[in-house]
């Protein structure tokens, strides 16, 4: 079953609006950023079939994408680069993305729901829900931003890089990205706290 608006229209119904949703993208991969949308939807004009963006097709995320861009009332997409991730630790990151991101919208939000357990500071008060991309639409919208918004940018550096593979791979830790990682070392956009790439770096 897609997500739902119940949780925003339990927040309109306390008087809260406009209500942003934020979700990231990227925790576990060995390269790349750490993407980190939010996306206040119009109530009035909801995109249909809103979902959990791990559970679509590539081709339905694109898609879904489009419509929310033309009918949301404001989005903003951060990304905390792996140097951020290695500084600050990947839970550090995301936290702090998200609040860049909440911070950007060019509407300030009333109140941000956060997929997870972790609520950062932000701009205005939050929660976070657990599996909250598959229950709210305004976090499957930023998921869905989110998802887009890192596997085109990961197709971009697969040019700039394309020994690794990151186009078909997004930067996980598939046995040909460990292959290639062992056979030419990391690049800019590796992880090097992650332990994989550490244990090269170090050998």
Known sequence: MPASFDIERELIAQGLWPIAGVDEVGRGPLAGPVCVAAVILDRDN????????????ARRRAALAEEIYASALAISVVMAPAAEVDALNIRGATLAAMARAAAALNLR????????RDAPPLVCPARAVINGDALSMSIAAASIVAKVARDRLMTRLDRLYPVYGFAGHAGYGTPAHLAALRQHGPCPEHRRSFAPVRALVAG
Do not use: R, V, Y
């Open 46 to 57: 909801l995109p249909q079939g809103l979902d959990d963006s791990k559970k679509l097709t």
């Open 109 to 116: 939000p009333a109140f941000a729901l956060i997929d997870g």
